[in-house]
């Protein structure tokens, strides 16, 4: 127990020694290490800056409105029913590719915008090899057909002998040293898939798993350039489009933030065995819309084919419904921006410096609804930023840094507060009193205004007040009142500046009393009491009121 109270007291001598301190000091110090902080988080060690994951998403999904679905875009699903139906006459996934050659030279007949295969044709049909054959035809035949490609991790890419020669489809740009780079991926199966427009469709999640950005391009160390299947679709598409979206993305080749549409699926699904039944010239369950002119995915939202991943806006999005928003962010051009590291941060340290100019100047008491109302004010821009479509403002390190460092300061408020306003050590000595007057009553900056007077001029002096320190007293008449007390000799050689400053605070210094014998902090506020009595009073000259 002795060691605990000794832990105790000299924690709060430290604090105490704290609350002395110059004003100025400390909340020059205080900015100071927060802008220090913010700017190695934000650029170096990145602990608690950047995009705050779960309130984004929240974010996201909370959303009043939402940029609306391509309406041609339409996916053939490979869903569970199809599994079961077709699976009836095919047996499991995958199906033999003569299958998809028939739904392929389909689709191609009404002359699509478009077809996104969400497949990867990476390994032989060993079950039916006559498939092959005539998918790879129909590819030939085909000439809107866009591939899937995944990359491996790139430190792979020395182990792989892979160049653009093999897959040309898949380079947005050669490369200015002879196409030289290596690329490690999973090539496609087919010759005729190798030669078709290609596109990488990885996934890029966060740390937490969940799906927030992709990659349009990926630069190579020759100075190639992979393009993504959105920027693959918006070259065959929209030629110049493309052009100025791969020089923009080229120049700083980032992950971007997704623009989601309102809904994980809004995208039309047609089932694949629809589809096939038309093709096979039978009656399909359910009607089958057009393709004509229509950007047409092929892709599986089947729970036993696993494609599915969590993203900002659904914890369970088909792989199939991402890519097809991504491919209509790159046809409409929906990039959405974000503010710079170094906007995030000089935003940031500006509004600690509002606060400090504000807790200087004025009051902390200016500040008390701050710590709820400017976080909500953050929050709420950076919300109302999502229903652009083309920016987000992520105002997290801002919102982060002003709690914190507005707590810090109102913690650091208390402490002074309760040194200016304590009671100077009563050691037998002699103590003198100086009742003060304010018309109207002292507010919380000038209490502040009076601390920081003793501050200047009469450190071993204190501020009593008659709520006993706290920021307001039960009674607003008590407001009126304060006095200096402590050292006689130390509050008379202040006499002129103490003067002048409560003068300009629109107080008024009563008479100094010195006081020989006070006990305890009873009998000091007892004498304190009586020297405000006579200044409450009216002057004799003051007229009075007419009785009714």
């Not at 605990?4 to 110090?29: E, F, K, N, P």
């Not at 779960?54 to 940029?67: E, G």
Request: glycine share 8%.
């Amino acid at each position: 127990m002795g060691f605990l109270q000794r832990t105790a007291d000299t924690i709060q001598a430290r604090l105490g020694r704290l609350g002395a301190m110059r004003s100025a000091r400390v909340i020059g110090t205080l900015l100071l290490a927060f802008c220090i902080w913010i700017l190695l988080d934000n650029h170096l060690l990145h602990v608690s800056t950047g995009l705050a994951e779960p309130t984004y998403d929240l974010m996201v999904r909370s959303r009043l409105r939402a940029a609306p679905p391509d309406p041609r875009i339409i996916v053939v699903d490979i869903d569970e029913a199809s599994l079961e139906r077709m699976g009836r006459e095919f047996g499991r996934w995958p199906w033999p590719r003569d299958t998809l050659a028939t739904v392929l030279d389909h689709i191609e007949a009404q002359q699509p915008a478009a077809i996104i295969w969400d497949i990867l044709f990476s390994d032989p049909d060993r079950l039916s090899p006559g498939g092959d054959s005539a998918f790879d035809a129909a590819v030939m035949r085909s000439r809107r057909s866009h591939f899937s490609v995944v990359r491996l991790p790139e430190s792979a890419d020395r182990n792989s002998e892979i160049r653009r020669p093999v897959l040309p489809g898949l380079w947005a740009r050669p490369g200015a040293a002879g196409d030289t780079a290596t690329v490690a991926l999973i090539p496609p199966f087919l010759a005729s898939v190798a030669a078709a427009p290609l596109g990488l469709t990885n996934a890029y999640p966060d740390p937490d798993g969940v799906i927030r950005r992709h990659q349009p391009v990926q630069p190579l160390p020759d100075g190639g350039v992979l393009q993504s299947m959105g920027l693959a679709v918006l070259k065959s598409l929209q030629p110049e489009a493309w052009e100025a979206r791969l020089q923009a993305a080229a120049v700083s080749p980032r992950r971007e933030l997704i623009a989601w549409r309102k809904l994980s699926q809004d995208y039309p699904h047609v089932p694949f065995a629809d589809v096939f039944d038309l093709a096979e010239g039978q009656a399909p369950q359910a009607r089958v819309p057009s393709f004509a002119g229509r950007i047409v995915l092929i892709g599986a939202t089947a729970t036993a084919l696993h494609d599915f991943h969590p993203t900002a806006v659904s914890a369970r999005q088909g792989g199939v419904d991402t890519l097809a928003t991504l491919i209509d962010n790159e046809l409409n051009q929906r990039v959405l921006a974000e503010l710079p590291a170094w906007a995030q941060s000089a935003l940031a340290m500006l509004m600690c410096l509002g606060i400090t100019l504000l807790v200087r100047y004025r009051s902390l008491s200016a500040l008390d609804g701050a710590l709820i109302a400017l976080p909500a004010v953050l929050l709420g821009i950076s919300f109302a930023s999502l229903h652009t479509d083309r920016v987000f403002l992520d105002l997290h390190l801002a919102t982060g840094s002003v709690v914190i460092f507005l707590t810090v300061v109102k913690l650091w408020a208390g402490l002074r507060r309760r040194h200016w306003c304590g009671v100077p050590v009563l050691d037998g000595r002699p103590i003198a009193l100086q009742p003060i007057l304010a018309e109207p009553a002292w507010t919380d900056a000038g209490h502040n205004r009076l601390m920081t007077l003793l501050e200047r001029h009469a450190p071993d002096c204190r501020l009593l007040l008659p709520g006993g320190g706290a920021s307001r007293a039960d009674w607003a008449e008590f407001r009126r009142f304060a006095a200096l007390v402590g050292p006689p000799d130390q509050l008379q050689a202040a006499a002129p500046a103490l003067r002048q400053g409560v003068t300009g605070l629109g107080g008024t210094l009563g008479v100094c009393e010195i006081l020989p014998d006070i006990p305890d902090r009873g009998a000091l506020v007892a004498a304190a009491l009586a020297a405000w009595l006579p200044l409450a009073r009216p002057s004799p000259n003051t007229p009075q009121e007419a009785s009714s």
